[in-house]
């Protein structure tokens, strides 16, 4: 039944590629993402569960509903004919300088509050843990939005055909930092895929590169994962093919134990920003939980792939319009992208991410504040505030 899977969607991937040999395409990312995953499911001696049927329903109506609707939204889509957007340079020198002043008392006060947890030794396992649990006490309040400022600087600066190198490289340290804060995998991530995206896109690196530094990242990432969930005076309890069972395949697996059309208030898991604003304005006495809950599959694991909270906000038939939809979507940013719009270059970028990340978890419309607030940031970017009698804001 899985190799039955890949078969169809490396056909239908072959296919695609012929009609628009391009890599990066969202429908092209995700069929391959999924080849991946399905293929170290089928092919790699996790010891893990079987996946049955439900499986297999949901991602064959995600994928066919994907990528058939993004392809046509791409080539449906008129190309850009305007002006490239010229960037603020004003605007972006007081981000610079707002990242620069307060990310280093970021990085102060999340280190020192870790050492006063533990030793220098347990200095990882508490960054992380001081961040994901709440009874650690921590916070660093707004300053953690910083990490859009720091990563859409980056996207900016890199942006051009030819980079200034010191520019490149404050930012990356200032969007490095938010990866020590945080210990946050994704955040490192976004950081790599945006850097090797643009940089390909400029034709400064080939395909080989960001493949070599993908398999780096895999291997590196499992090690890493296993690093800050264990503290000195602990031995880990997982081996690597442990941790490709849980971030890998276990996805698959734990989506079987999902419940279709099951949540408490309508969209709950799909638009559990919303619910959380909400509440936090005293309309709504529901917070829907932040986390996963733990399955045993049979390693503990809370990732489900990103159809979970569709499916059980919405079942197969939320499944197949809102991978339609989102197909539309990005189709359409996709194709304005490659046409010469770089506002659209900047925010496919982030998407790409999203693209990568989908069988581990939902980063779309579940974190769709994140992506509201990376959007207005490169508009920031390249909007022109002109100040004059009329006090107009005038757009390239």
């Given at each position: 039944?899985?190799?039955?899977?890949?078969?169809?969607?490396?056909?239908?991937?072959?296919?695609?590629?012929?009609?628009?040999?391009?890599?990066?395409?969202?429908?092209?990312?995700?069929?391959?993402?999924?080849?991946?995953?399905?293929?170290?499911?089928?092919?790699?001696?996790?010891?893990?569960?079987?996946?049955?049927?439900?499986?297999?329903?949901?991602?064959?109506?995600?994928?066919?509903?994907?990528?058939?609707?993004?392809?046509?939204?791409?080539?449906?889509?008129?190309?850009?004919?305007?002006?490239?957007?010229?960037?603020?340079?004003?605007?972006?020198?007081?981000?610079?300088?707002?990242?620069?002043?307060?990310?280093?008392?970021m990085?102060?006060?999340?280190?020192?509050?870790?050492?006063?947890?533990?030793?220098?030794?347990?200095?990882?396992?508490?960054?992380?843990?001081?961040?994901?649990?709440?009874?650690?006490?921590?916070?660093?309040?707004?300053?953690?939005?910083?990490?859009?400022?720091?990563?859409?600087?980056?996207?900016?600066?890199?942006?051009?055909?030819?980079?200034?190198?010191?520019?490149?490289w404050?930012?990356l340290?200032?969007?490095?930092?938010?990866?020590?804060v945080?210990?946050?995998k994704?955040?490192?991530?976004?950081?790599?895929?945006?850097?090797?995206y643009?940089?390909?896109?400029?034709?400064?690196?080939s395909?080989?590169?960001?493949?070599?530094?993908?398999?780096?990242?895999?291997?590196?990432?499992?090690?890493?994962?296993?690093?800050?969930?264990?503290?000195?005076?602990?031995?880990?309890?997982?081996?690597?093919?442990?941790?490709?069972?849980?971030?890998?395949?276990?996805?698959?697996?734990?989506?079987?134990?999902?419940?279709?059309?099951?949540?408490?208030?309508?969209?709950?898991?799909?638009?559990?920003?919303?619910?959380?604003?909400?509440?936090?304005?005293?309309?709504?006495?529901?917070?829907?939980?932040?986390?996963?809950?733990?399955?045993?599959?049979?390693?503990?694991?809370?990732?489900?792939?990103?159809?979970?909270?569709?499916f059980?906000?919405?079942?197969?038939?939320?499944?197949?319009?809102?991978?339609?939809?989102?197909?539309?979507?990005?189709?359409?940013?996709?194709?304005?992208?490659?046409?010469?719009?770089?506002?659209?270059?900047?925010?496919?970028?982030?998407?790409?991410?999203?693209?990568?990340?989908?069988?581990?978890?939902?980063?779309?419309?579940?974190?769709?504040?994140?992506?509201?607030?990376?959007?207005?940031?490169?508009?920031?970017?390249?909007?022109?505030?002109t100040?004059?009698?009329?006090?107009?804001?005038?757009?390239?």
């Amino acid at each position: 039944m899985f190799v039955t899977l890949i078969v169809i969607f490396a056909l239908l991937w072959g296919y695609l590629y012929f009609k628009y040999p391009e890599v990066f395409a969202p429908w092209s990312i995700t069929l391959l993402v999924w080849i991946f995953i399905i293929s170290m499911y089928t092919f790699v001696d996790h010891g893990l569960y079987e996946a049955d049927g439900q499986f297999v329903k949901a991602i064959l109506i995600w994928n066919l509903g994907f990528c058939s609707s993004s392809y046509i939204a791409f080539r449906l889509t008129p190309g850009y004919s305007g002006n490239t957007w010229a960037k603020n340079y004003r605007a972006i020198n007081v981000l610079k300088w707002i990242s620069i002043l307060l990310v280093p008392f970021m990085v102060y006060k999340s280190v020192t509050f870790a050492l006063s947890n533990g030793s220098i030794a347990d200095l990882v396992y508490n960054l992380r843990q001081q961040t994901v649990v709440d009874d650690y006490g921590f916070s660093l309040g707004p300053l953690i939005y910083l990490v859009h400022v720091a990563y859409v600087l980056l996207l900016v600066t890199i942006d051009e055909q030819k980079i200034k190198r010191s520019q490149f490289w404050l930012a990356l340290i200032l969007c490095l930092a938010f990866f020590v804060v945080t210990m946050s995998k994704l955040t490192l991530f976004m950081i790599i895929i945006g850097v090797l995206y643009l940089l390909y896109k400029y034709n400064k690196i080939s395909l080989r590169p960001i493949i070599l530094c993908g398999f780096a990242f895999f291997i590196l990432g499992l090690l890493f994962t296993n690093l800050r969930t264990t503290d000195s005076g602990g031995e880990s309890s997982f081996d690597f093919i442990d941790l490709v069972g849980m971030y890998v395949v276990s996805p698959i697996i734990s989506f079987c134990y999902e419940t279709p059309c099951s949540a408490t208030l309508w969209g709950e898991n799909t638009f559990r920003g919303y619910y959380t604003i909400m509440h936090a304005l005293g309309f709504e006495s529901h917070v829907p939980l932040q986390f996963q809950e733990w399955v045993s599959v049979p390693i503990p694991t809370n990732v489900f792939t990103m159809m979970s909270p569709y499916f059980k906000d919405f079942g197969y038939t939320g499944l197949m319009v809102l991978s339609v939809l989102e197909g539309i979507f990005m189709g359409f940013v996709y194709k304005k992208s490659e046409t010469g719009h770089n506002i659209m270059r900047l925010i496919y970028t982030y998407i790409l991410t999203l693209l990568i990340l989908q069988f581990f978890d939902e980063l779309f419309l579940v974190g769709l504040s994140n992506f509201i607030q990376i959007v207005a940031l490169i508009l920031i970017c390249h909007i022109k505030f002109t100040y004059s009698s009329a006090d107009k804001i005038k757009e390239p």
